[in-house]
């Protein structure tokens, strides 16, 4: 945890650097990319480490984080500002997103060239995120821990479209009873290995 800045804003302009306190007392980072979501690096530290050093780093995922909850996060010490430094390459380009509604298994993927329609099993868009905005405090936290993946992950912790099939499974696993987790007839699995 960081000092308390009762004051604090969150700060979206692209460019702006956060540093966050995760599960098990790591802290992982994140840039705030030109279309307002936060791009996180494949790093985590003790301490607060020098943002060169992040950078070096690939780019692990990027969310769309609520910005309430970045300004109250600020506020209780759970994420610290570090600067406002140039949005390194790799987070420039928007990123696909799925849009999944309920009841049915056709997504729509976003992308900046427009959208299109498929099937959740599509292989192209496993790894793509579907669309959500993330709590700074409750939910980015164990999602980082989830993605850097050294540490076993909650078994409901998803975002990705393959994840996010792997929980409705594990739903119709544990709940067989209840119509509402039941998988429908044409659903494809999903196999874990």
């Known amino acids: 945890m ?6 604090a804003r969150a700060d979206m302009i692209g460019g702006s650097v956060y540093a966050l306190s995760g599960e ?19 790093c ?6 020098q943002v060169a050093d992040v950078f070096a780093t690939p780019v692990m995922t990027v969310l769309s984080v609520g910005v309430p909850s970045i300004t109250s996060a ?12 140039g949005v390194v390459p790799a987070l420039v380009e928007p990123r696909p997103s799925v849009q999944w509604p309920a009841g049915t298994l056709t997504v729509t993927v976003w992308t900046a060239d427009g ?6 099993e599509d292989p192209a868009i496993q790894d793509m995120e579907i669309m959500a905005v993330w709590d700074a405090e409750a939910h980015v936290p164990p999602r ?3 993605d850097f993946g050294e540490e076993e992950a909650p078994w409901h ?4 479209v393959r994840r996010e ?23 494809v699995p999903l196999n874990v290995s």
């Open 165 to 187: 099939r792997l929980i409705k499974q594990e739903m119709a696993a544990r709940f067989p009873d209840q119509p509402w987790h039941r998988l429908p007839d044409d659903w």
């Open 157 to 160: 912790i998803g975002g990705s």
């Open 24 to 42: 098990g007392g790591w802290l992982y980072y994140g840039q705030v990319t030109p279309d307002r979501r936060i791009g996180f690096f494949r």
């Open 144 to 146: 980082l821990a989830a």
């Open 44 to 49: 985590r530290s003790r301490k607060v480490i």
């Open 2 to 7: 960081f000092e308390e800045a009762p004051k």
């Open 74 to 85: 600020l506020r209780s010490g759970r994420w610290r500002k570090l600067g406002r430094f």
């Open 115 to 120: 959208t299109w329609n498929t099937r959740v």
